[in-house]
């Protein structure tokens, strides 16, 4: 199963796809020999370039395992038959029936033409664009701060720092940007670093990828090989080119994911026109502490699970609609003077009682 996908993405795709069509196909009207003689055949034929050996019936009857050579022949015959084989009487020896002639190459070609530019759509859909916790903010403050990801065009770029919208809960965001086809790596840089520096207000982190190219022509192909399976009605009858072109997806989606999930990594962020986690050895987990850290810096240090675990209740959602609330106060260098948890009256953790805790 791990190997098919990149199988069906090579120039034996085709092979590969007849094979284990006809595979399946033996299996649904033939018995065990039936089957055994297709995979003899469909071996044969996947590695046959330069091997010398060919699937006659005498290679066949000593590698399909049957009680006499006569059954070997019935099923060669019924395979035949069904269409499953062929018998290629020129070399005396047989062959998988491939049983499709739909041009793969060709109708892809097509589609991209008609596409003309990679779908952002595509990449975002495919990213698991799970946010980055600042772990080490967290440990040091006891405060978790996250900051989401997303994938946006470096054209779109100004537009949409202008019009930037802070997820909720989170601290900011880590913006990708992808630049056109014949952006440089160096222009995009320059970019990414003017658009950080005029939008120092904005709490988001911007970096675009070395691997922006790569990205860009996988996704242009997914489109494109998508665009055929939906649309090409000659793929409805085909069993074997629909099998070809859906393994050419899955390997194209999985190459797809892989960059993705390099192009954070490698990425240079800047943050308020700087480069941040220049460090080789810096996580996307470390960048956001330290941005975690510059944004809540006289925020104060509190190692509490309860103060922190109903803030996102429906008893804190409007806090406008209680008589308590949190209160905590801190000193500028965000050490902890005195705090205060009142709890809403009916409260499920304290419906009767109102603690107050302080400290010197």
């Known amino acids: ?159 949409t720092m202008e019009h930037f919208r802070q997820d909720k809960g989170s601290a900011g965001s880590f913006l990708l940007c992808l630049p056109d086809g014949d952006t440089s790596e160096r222009s995009a840089e320059r970019q990414v670093r003017t658009a950080s520096d005029e939008h120092q207000k904005v709490p988001a982190l911007l970096g675009t990828p070395a691997n922006a190219a790569r990205i860009s022509e996988l996704a242009l192909e997914l489109a494109a090989a998508e665009r055929v399976m939906k649309t090409r009605p000659e793929l409805e009858g085909d069993a074997v080119a629909r099998r070809e072109l859906g393994g050419r997806l899955a390997a194209v989606r999985g190459a797809l994911e892989d960059e993705l999930a390099d192009a954070f990594v490698v990425s240079k962020w800047y943050w308020k026109g700087e480069r941040i986690g220049a460090d080789k050895h810096s996580s996307l987990s470390s960048i956001a502490s330290d941005v975690a850290k510059a944004i809540y810096h006289r925020a104060p240090t509190v190692f509490s699970e309860l103060l922190f675990s109903r803030l996102e209740t429906d008893y804190f959602q409007n806090p406008f609609g209680f008589s308590n609330a949190i209160t905590v106060w801190g000193t500028e260098t965000g050490q902890l003077r005195q705090f205060r948890l009142i709890l809403p009256v009916g409260h499920p953790d304290n419906p009767t009682t109102v603690p107050v805790a302080t400290g010197g």
């Open 1 to 159: 199963m791990r190997v098919r996908s990149p199988i069906l993405a090579s120039p034996d795709g085709h092979r590969w796809a007849a094979a284990a069509d006809a595979v399946e196909r033996a299996e649904a009207k033939g018995e065990a020999i039936h089957v055994a003689a297709t995979k003899t055949v469909a071996l044969i034929e996947m590695f046959r370039n330069g091997s010398g050996l060919v699937a006659d019936e005498s290679v066949l009857r000593v590698s399909v395992h049957a009680r006499n050579y006569g059954e070997v022949s019935k099923a060669l015959h019924d395979l035949v038959q069904w269409k499953i084989l062929i018998e290629r009487r020129h070399l005396g020896a047989y062959g998988v029936f491939a049983g499709s002639d739909f041009d793969i190459e060709g109708a892809i070609s097509h589609a991209r033409g008609e596409i003309g530019g990679p779908s952002l759509e595509h990449v975002s859909a495919l990213s698991d664009l799970q946010p980055v916790l600042a772990k080490r903010f967290y440990a040091q403050t006891g405060t978790m701060h996250w900051f989401t990801r997303r994938i946006v065009r470096l054209s779109d770029l100004p537009h």
